[in-house]
């Protein structure tokens, strides 16, 4: 398996991959630091996971599943290997990269908030704590993993430009309202704007979470929320990996 990840990864070299796992997470930070200031945390992470971030995956999958897929996937179907590990490999290229981009915002918001703070002296209205930024990361990297094979799938089926906007709109136009349900399990792109709630304190709308705010219930500072989001968010993930996987090593026989 090492081999075919490796091999994966030497394809994406000498393209802008990296550039937009590092720039994208940059301009979330940057954007909320010079709009908000005094909500920059709550909108830096609220922005991110809301919009930018389902786009960079859309984007990231584009170039991972469409590098092969102009060639008609001719040059991997005429290999002499296993097409599951291919598979396999462009999955785990797309979770590398996207555990990537999410260090790279919740260093980057750590780092600003920092200097925004003790240097430029601005006061912020919901600080997380470092602590929660950074569990907040791993939550927002675990929970997003199943958009990998969705997306990488979706490169496949119809193409990079409708993957992006089918992404993307998802998000916006349907999750930040099924995250505030009980059964926000249901549809994998609730879970993070759920968690978020209880670990950053953040609603799916960008308020902050506080009584008196639109949107606000305390059911959704529940930390048991947690404790049925991340196994749901990992079994969607699993499920989709396996079905990607099974429908790209059909492809050969057809």
């Known amino acids: 398996m090492k081999n075919y990840f490796q091999a994966e990864k030497l394809k994406y070299q000498h393209t802008f991959l990296k550039g937009i796992i590092?720039?994208?997470?940059?301009?979330?930070?940057?954007?909320?630091?010079?709009?908000?200031?005094?909500?920059?945390?709550?909108?830096?992470?609220?922005?991110?996971?809301?919009?930018?971030?389902p786009g960079m995956l859309g984007i990231v999958c584009g170039m991972i599943g469409g590098k092969?897929?102009?060639?008609?996937?001719?040059?991997?179907?005429?290999?002499p290997c296993s097409m599951g590990k291919i598979w396999d490999?462009?999955?785990?290229?797309?979770?590398?990269?996207?555990?990537?981009?999410?260090?790279?915002?919740?260093?980057?918001?750590?780092?600003?908030?920092?200097?925004?703070?003790?240097?430029?002296?601005?006061?912020?209205?919901?600080?997380?704590?470092?602590?929660a930024q950074l569990f907040a990361g791993l939550l927002?990297?675990?929970?997003?993993?199943?958009?990998?094979?969705?997306?990488?799938?979706?490169?496949?089926?119809?193409?990079?430009?409708?993957l992006f906007?089918?992404?993307?709109?998802?998000?916006?136009?349907?999750?930040?309202?099924?995250?505030?349900k009980s059964w926000f399990a249901l549809f994998p792109g609730a879970i993070t704007?759920?968690?978020?709630?209880?670990?950053?304190?953040?609603?799916?709308?960008?308020?902050?979470?506080m009584e008196g705010q639109m949107t606000y219930s305390p059911e959704l500072m529940e930390m048991q929320n947690l404790l049925i989001g991340i196994p749901a968010a990992l079994l969607w993930f699993f499920v989709l990996w396996w079905v990607s996987r099974r429908w790209f090593e059909r492809q050969v026989t057809v």
């Open 22 to 53: 590092v720039l994208m997470p940059l301009m979330s930070v940057i954007f909320a630091a010079w709009l908000t200031h005094a909500y920059f945390a709550v909108d830096s992470y609220n922005w991110w996971y809301i919009g930018l971030y």
């Open 68 to 79: 092969d897929r102009r060639k008609k996937n001719v040059t991997i179907w005429s290999l």
């Open 193 to 209: 704007s759920r968690l978020m709630c209880a670990v950053l304190r953040i609603l799916p709308n960008g308020l902050p979470a």
């Open 165 to 180: 906007l089918v992404n993307i709109g998802s998000y916006v136009l349907v999750a930040s309202t099924i995250s505030l």
């Open 140 to 162: 927002m990297w675990l929970t997003t993993l199943w958009q990998i094979p969705f997306c990488l799938l979706l490169s496949q089926k119809i193409g990079v430009f409708l």
């Open 89 to 131: 490999a462009k999955v785990l290229t797309g979770a590398a990269a996207s555990g990537i981009a999410v260090l790279c915002i919740v260093i980057f918001t750590i780092i600003l908030g920092e200097m925004m703070e003790h240097i430029l002296h601005y006061t912020f209205i919901i600080r997380p704590s470092i602590a």
